[in-house]
């Protein structure tokens, strides 16, 4: 069983993939050829001003193949049923990349808008074009904050996620501050209701390490709009042992372990290192968990 978590705890954190609104990267002609136009990032820019910041490390030779950026309002669900050269002219936003920094607003909507961002050269739209060298970029997308100044990373959809996260760590810090005393005495004590109080209380502290490890993430992803993602590949590895640790005992329950002073148990609880059934259901628990 050992080895079987150790493998999901390296899955989970190698597999996982970041996701942060300051993107970085490299501008590939070939890509946008192959794609008509190399598709970059979206985010969804609330009703205030938003702003696009892109930073290239060479914007000479970007200059050289008539790069741009072209900004979509994600409405056009048609765009990729068009040609090469109607899909780029379909852009709301076109921003050439000749210098090193480029800005660019967008304009205020009465409700948050998706905006997807492709790059384009003048070789996307040719078959036997000349592929050169690829360009590093830096792309931040800002959303206004409560003063109206673009500074905020966190896209429309994920406002408020950091502060749910804080007062959802109060809430365990109270209630642990309530409830560790009697829980212990508890523990100490045994009884019939000993094992569901242990199942129970390392479901909470792996829920609360979840909760903690997303509030770090999103701290910094505040700041820099890349955040933590080892810290978010913790938080859903331990949501999901949490979950499978409900499973058990849950299962355990149905197997007929039973929780009454006046009876016996039938039958033991679920033993995860001997039974083969047991162990399918945890593995299949966690890589359903893992794929949703």
């Known amino acids: 069983m050992s080895r079987l978590f150790a ?4 899955a989970v954190l190698l597999g996982s993939e970041a ?12 890509a946008a050829r192959q794609e008509n136009g190399q598709f970059i990032t979206k985010f969804m820019f609330q009703g205030g001003n938003g702003l696009v910041v892109c930073r290239l490390e060479n914007p000479l030779l970007a200059a050289q193949r008539e790069s741009r950026l072209l900004l ?9 049923n068009l040609s090469c050269s109607q899909r780029l002219s379909r852009a709301h936003f076109t921003i050439p990349l000749s210098q090193e920094e ?5 304009p205020p909507h009465s409700s948050p808008s998706l905006w997807r961002v492709l790059y384009a050269d003048r070789g996307t739209c040719q078959e036997n074009s000349v592929t050169h060298s690829d360009v590093r970029f830096t792309l931040l997308m800002l959303n206004a904050d409560s003063a109206g100044n673009p500074l905020e990373h966190f896209s429309a959809e994920e406002t408020g996620l950091h502060s749910f996260y804080f007062l959802l760590l109060l809430a365990y810090f109270l209630a642990c501050c309530i409830y560790i005393q009697p829980l212990c005495q508890a523990l100490r004590k045994g009884g019939p209701m000993h094992t569901v109080l242990k199942v129970l209380s390392t479901a909470l502290a792996l829920q609360g390490c979840s909760a903690l490890c997303n509030y770090i993430h999103l ?6 709009g890349t955040g933590f993602p080892l810290m978010g590949s913790l938080a859903e590895l331990w949501d999901m042992v949490s979950q499978v640790s409900m ?18 148990p039938q039958s033991r ?13 945890a593995v299949g628990g966690v890589i359903t968990q893992g794929v949703l």
Not at 249 to 258: A, I, K, N, Q
Not at 269 to 281: G, Y
């Open 102 to 106: 480029h800005n660019q607003t967008i």
């Open 219 to 224: 701290a910094r992803y505040s700041r820099d």
């Open 19 to 30: 996701s942060g609104k300051t993107v970085t990267g490299l501008f590939r002609s070939e």
């Open 72 to 80: 979509y309002q994600d409405l056009d669900s048609d765009l990729d």
């Open 7 to 10: 493998t999901l705890v390296a």
């Open 247 to 264: 499973l058990y005992m849950l299962l355990s329950l149905c197997m007929g372990w039973t929780l009454s002073r006046g009876r016996k």
């Open 269 to 281: 609880p679920l033993q995860w290192e001997q039974s083969p059934a047991s162990t399918a259901v």
